[in-house]
């Protein structure tokens, strides 16, 4: 069963900074609640900060999983980081809608 906090995402998407020992913290307490009730994995989408990233690794007992957002380290450093799955979420569609829009709209300018 894969898990997830929104904690780090929902600050992210207000505007706030979500990478905050504080809120790292709380995940890995979250995390911790998951696992005894038998989750297999923690997502915490939202998180971008490498040193962060690296800390929840090590204190979670769980595979971790993140979400690249558009200001994340690369894929290689988030692994060296220690997480265990990268989602992409929506961002490739959106990339792709936004050049396809560009392009439709020089055809038609």
């Known amino acids: 069963m894969n ?40 997502f915490a989408p939202g998180l971008r900060d490498p040193e962060l990233v690296a800390r929840l690794c090590e204190a979670v007992a769980l595979p971790v999983n993140v979400l690249m957002l558009p200001d994340m380290v690369s894929p290689a450093e988030l692994a060296g980081a220690g997480v265990a799955r990268i989602s992409w979420g929506g961002w490739p569609w959106r990339d792709a809608m936004s050049g396809l829009e560009k392009a439709a709209g020089e055809l038609y300018a």
């Open 3 to 42: 898990t997830r906090t929104d904690i780090f995402l929902l600050r992210w998407k207000a505007g706030d900074n979500p990478d905050q020992q504080a809120l790292v913290d709380e995940a890995v307490g979250r995390a911790e609640t998951y696992r005894e009730a038998g989750a297999s994995c923690f």
